[in-house]
């Protein structure tokens, strides 16, 4: 239970619809626990007239009018006020019976009333309550950093926000209900057999003591069972999320039936849990009827025995009573095991959200973040930064300034630390010693959104949402201007391409893209980093997917629109047609070399070797001439 005490503040912004909801609960069991009362009236009543069959015991025959009146002392004061309404006025027994049924009957409507106002105010109110913590979810997935979503799956986040949530929804709405509904019943019922004969109440209910011993040891495994079917269930969604992402890598390395056999051992491994838990339910809730009927059974023994010696002042009337009651009691006690369940089940879901909610970004803004226009001007200081999960050292001891205005091409093998340094401008992750500063002041006392919306940024990974071109290009916007967005598309070459679409600018792309070719996402992408006039820019290999003629124009395209502005491009080729102000060599995390092409080729470094080795493989983008 603890694990739940996360949603408290839920339930405290909510009060007033909670407690009003409890209020209905009371009234629709305080309605409902009348009728035992007037059935039992009547019952007695008959017996009085001499219309009950069988015959009557000494004992019964010698009952005096005072020891009736006594038993209906016990009653509840409208029961009482209705008695006596029907005594001092001149009815036969017929038209007091039929008053008696009319009652019944207006005691269950009025009980359905509150019931359905009482579902419409607690149910209502775990809708809420879900709909406020998937928002709080995926307010904080939004807010975590690069490295938690490196070591977290897709599926994983999905099946939490998801089916954890709505484990959750059932502790804050049918749990709750059913649990003030049945203290309500028991609370009741228990008032009024107690008032009526402790002795037998206290035999009746021998039972309970059983039950409850055995609603804490299998709660306990019931909790068990659910944390891990729960992460089983994680790891079926997370299985199938990938599976249906990477469909193309699956049919093209023919893996159909290897996926389907590791999905159906995950499926299986699934299903005997939830078999398994099934079962233990399944024994657990006939057990819990199993007692209640002996409850009843022992009301109607033990009560025959008093009725018949005339003993205890115990009439027919008082076991009809005990009778119903038992019957009211039997749905919210076998329910105790139901709403144990769910509130274990939430336990174990409610576990698993916090884990992920308690977990705190390591990428955050300051106290007092800066907020000020970016003019370019950037500066690494001593920058040396490890993965914190691989112990991968990606840069060290980098120092590096870029004066506004300047173009940068940072060149590299695989792993040299390229997209690293594009991370740590982007503040994706801090560096693990040393200071990037831009326009004078260390970026971690920038304000993160407005910092990060000042920059232009192409991934090395292209990611496309599910959406139009134009909403794709313009992603980000606050105005969605589609004469900005054909502007960016023709600086990114794509803008003949997107007008031979069905509809242009507005056809739907599908998920990452996939109706389009490489190059198509890769100039999309570059044109979403276009779309803004962004000081600064960043492109991390953007151009890997585009032929040699695109290449070039895409390049003529970028000189023009970069005029003034600082550009960091990232690369693993040469480009001899872009006039770099300075060209950065990374291997192994350090910077090599730095210089002009041909400063560089004059050097004779490890610059020369790329070049010429790219020269041989004829990966460079020539000049027309």
Known sequence: MRYLRAVNKYFWKYKWRLLLGLIFVLLSNYFRIL???????????????????GQHS?????????????????????????IRALNTTQRSFGQKVALSGMTLLILAIIGGIFMFLMRQTIIVMSRHIEFDQKNEIYLHYQKLDTAFYKV??????????????????????????????????????????IRKDALLTLYVLAPLPVLAVTIYLVNTLIHKKSEKIQALLSKLTTNAQESYSGIRVIKSFVQETAMVRFFTHNSEEYRKNAIGLAKVEAIYFPSMGLLIGLSTL????????????????????????????????TFPVSAIGWVASMIQRASASQKRLNEFLETEPTIHNALQPIRQPLSGHISFEKVNFTYPHTGIHALKDFDLE?????????????????????????????????????????????????????????????????????????????QKLPAEAKKAAIAASIDKEIMQFASGYDTLIGERGVTLSGGQKQRISIARALAGDHELVIFDDCLSAVDARTEKEIIGNLYRYLQNKTAFIITHRIFTLFEFDRIIVLDHGKMVETGTHEELLAADGLYTRLYEQQQKTGDEVQSPD
């Open 402 to 478: 870029v004066k506004k205005g300047e173009k940068i091409a940072v060149i590299g093998r695989t792993g040299s630390g390229k997209t690293t340094l594009a991370q740590l401008i982007l503040r994706y992750y801090d560096p693990t010693s040393g200071r990037i500063r831009m326009d004078g002041k260390n970026i971690q006392t920038l304000d993160l959104a407005d910092f990060r919306n000042q920059i232009g940024y192409v991934p090395q990974d292209v990611f496309l949402f599910s959406d139009t071109v134009v909403g794709n290009i313009l992603f980000g916007r606050e």
């Open 35 to 53: 009728a035992p009362q007037v059935t039992g009236y009547v019952v007695n009543a008959a017996e009085a007239q001499g219309l009950l069959p």
């Open 58 to 82: 000494p004992a019964q025959e010698i009952r005096s009018s005072s020891t009736r009146k006594a038993d209906t002392a016990n009653y509840d004061i409208l029961v009482k006020k209705y």
């Open 152 to 193: 977290h799956s897709t599926g994983d986040l999905m099946s939490r926000m998801a089916e954890d949530v709505s484990r959750v929804r059932m502790y804050t709405g049918p749990a709750i209900m059913y649990l003030g509904n049945l203290l309500a019943t028991i609370g009741f019922s228990l008032y009024f057999m």
């Open 298 to 329: 022992l009301t109607i023994m033990l009560g025959g025995f008093y009725v018949i010696r005339g003993t205890h002042h115990t009439d027919l009337g008082t076991i009809t009573e005990f009778v119903i009651y038992i019957t009211m009691l």
